[in-house]
């Protein structure tokens, strides 16, 4: 226990260095975790830091997509609501699809239902490393709006076709008729529970007798509640989370003071920058289990890394062929609707996206 209370302490210490770096070079700080803690898995004698998915799912998730909700506005993702619908569910769906089709062809042993849970996890761009990114990159506001208003609904369609992937692959069958009505209620179950159980924490915050401590710990503690009451109703947690935090968002000035807003943003802005932090740096921790499980199945490392290269390929390309496509098909529509923004937005501005 206390070996791994200072490991912690000393993981702290790292992603603390390690963001002051990335600073310093101008580097998306979540790519610099990741390399930091694939350097640190090369420690001999290092305590395993094992923790069960689902808990990261559970630890992780909520607090993340709540913050990023409260980040953004609900009036800009209404006004790009087109390109964010299409880039967060249709081409997230495209990119699991191809990433399917070539593992299928490539990966000795897969699926293309195992290929569609492949394609589920590594397709949605990450919302973290989209605003990293962004802090470094001078990009028009309506980019900035695409992409962070895209990287909040994505993991709501990526664990979607994840959870059907997961079915398929299970139970060898795929009916389209149980999925259709699963996947209806996914998304209108996890809207209800996130936008009830934001009502109700809206009324608390507005009759309860709270001060600045007792909001701060109630904000924290609203989107745990929201996920798990959606996903206990099979649900889509994810979606309880957004929705819920975008509703709330918006009033924000009615249920909290100056002062408690004063206290409670730093609180959240470390918060965040902790699970973050602990989050990618995990990622590379995971190393030394990878590279055993390899050497048990008799895959080489070279082979496997073949693959990711050749997967993350696929997803660029097809990222980069759906951003010009959006952009053409935007042009050819404003005929026939109102878009949000009919310039012609030029090649750079497609490419920055992809």
């Not at 593992?103 to 919302?127: C, E, K, T």
């Not at 008729?177 to 009324?203: D, E, I, P």
């Amino acid at each position: 226990m206390i070996e791994h209370l200072l490991l912690f302490f000393a993981l702290l210490a790292i992603i603390i260095a390690l963001v002051m770096v990335s600073n310093r070079l101008k580097i998306a700080y979540p790519v610099l975790l990741v390399f930091g803690g694939l350097a640190i898995s090369f420690v001999p004698n290092l305590p395993s830091i094992k923790i069960d998915p689902e808990l990261i799912f559970i630890i992780f998730l909520p607090p993340l997509l709540y913050e990023a909700a409260w980040a953004n506005s609900l009036k800009e993702l209404f006004k790009w609501r087109r390109m964010i619908g299409s880039f967060a569910f249709i081409v997230v769906f495209i990119s699991a699809a191809a990433v399917a089709l070539i593992a299928n062809l490539v990966i000795p042993g897969f699926s293309l239902a195992l290929g569609f849970m492949l394609g589920a996890i590594v397709s949605p761009p990450d919302a973290v490393s989209t605003a990293a990114i962004l802090k470094f990159v001078k990009a028009p506001r309506r980019i900035s709006a695409i992409l962070e208003g895209e990287s909040l609904l994505n993991d709501a369609s990526s664990l979607i076709i994840f959870r059907f992937a997961a079915v398929a692959v299970t139970t060898g069958q795929f009916v389209w008729y149980k999925a259709t009505t699963t996947f209806l209620w996914m998304v209108a179950g996890g809207v209800l529970a996130g936008l009830v159980v934001a009502l109700a924490a809206y009324f608390l915050h507005k009759i309860l007798p709270t001060d600045e401590n007792s909001d701060t710990i109630m904000t924290i503690t609203t989107p745990y509640i929201m996920y798990i009451l959606a996903e206990e109703l099979g649900a889509s947690g994810v979606l309880a989370v957004v929705c819920g935090g975008l509703y709330l968002s918006t009033k924000r000035n009615e249920i909290f003071t100056a002062s408690t807003r004063i206290h409670a943003v730093p609180v959240w802005n470390n918060f965040i920058f902790l699970l973050n932090g602990l989050a990618f740096t995990m990622i590379g921790l995971d190393l030394p289990e990878i590279l055993a499980w390899l050497k048990r199945s008799g895959v080489s490392l070279f082979e496997a890394v073949s693959y990711g290269v050749l997967v993350t390929a696929v997803l660029i390309v097809i990222r980069l062929m759906a951003s010009y496509g959006a952009v053409y098909i935007t042009m050819f529509m404003k005929r026939y609707i109102s878009v949000a923004d009919d310039r012609n937005p030029g090649k750079a501005t497609p490419f920055i996206v992809g």
